[in-house]
């Protein structure tokens, strides 16, 4: 147990304080912590009471059927890790406010005419569109990345692709090579 200094609306002045021999200071406002000092530093805005900063990463081991000329969502159905369980049916939606760093890199259709982009959705609207490339071959691959801030109720992140080929084609992962992933990097 660290001790504990808490700025609250209760107590004396509206300050807890909660002393022990741990050698460590936890900063709280209201319950929350928001920095622990202790002798090898400040962990600030990494911890936040017992929910660890929300991170996860998702590939897929199939392709996604996009339409030509049509922004597709990419489908990631296999979890590297979620730290926080927010990624689910292909979104991230994370359960604290805050500032994450969010990446998507996917691999394009086998041919030599059209392009391929991809795009971060936020609210089902598009954010951030990454790179486009027009000639793709086999191997082509497009990323996309961003710093968005997420209030950390109804916010929600989502990966998609367009490739405008003439007809049908495969966009996605199907490897570990290209993902999907975001992580927490400070707090609201």
């Known amino acids: 147990m660290a001790s504990i200094i808490n700025a609250s609306s209760s107590g004396a002045g509206g300050l807890i304080s909660t002393g022990d021999s741990s050698g460590s200071l936890q900063l ?3 319950g929350v912590t928001v920095a622990t000092i202790a002798a090898s530093g400040v962990n600030a805005g990494i911890q936040m009471g017992a929910a660890f900063a929300p991170a996860f990463s998702a590939y897929s081991t199939t392709l996604t059927s996009a339409s030509n000329a049509t922004w597709t ?3 990631f159905n296999t979890e590297e890790f979620d730290t ?3 990624f689910a049916s292909n979104r991230f939606t994370p359960t604290v406010a805050g500032y994450y760093q969010v990446n998507v890199c996917i691999s394009g259709p086998s041919s030599t005419t059209g392009i391929i982009a991809v795009n971060i959705y936020k609210n089902g609207a598009s954010f951030k569109i990454g790179n486009a490339i ?4 086999v191997g082509t691959y497009v990323v996309a990345a961003a710093l968005i801030y997420c209030n950390g109720s109804t916010d929600y ?3 998609y692709a367009i490739q405008s080929t003439g007809g049908t084609a495969n966009v996605g992962s199907n490897s570990v090579e290209f993902g999907f992933s ?7």
């Open 28 to 30: 709280q406002s209201n």
């Open 134 to 137: 027009s000639n793709i071959t």
């Open 182 to 188: 975001a992580s927490m990097v400070r707090s609201a």
């Open 73 to 75: 969502k990419v489908t």
């Open 157 to 159: 992140i989502e990966a």
């Open 84 to 86: 926080n369980s927010n």
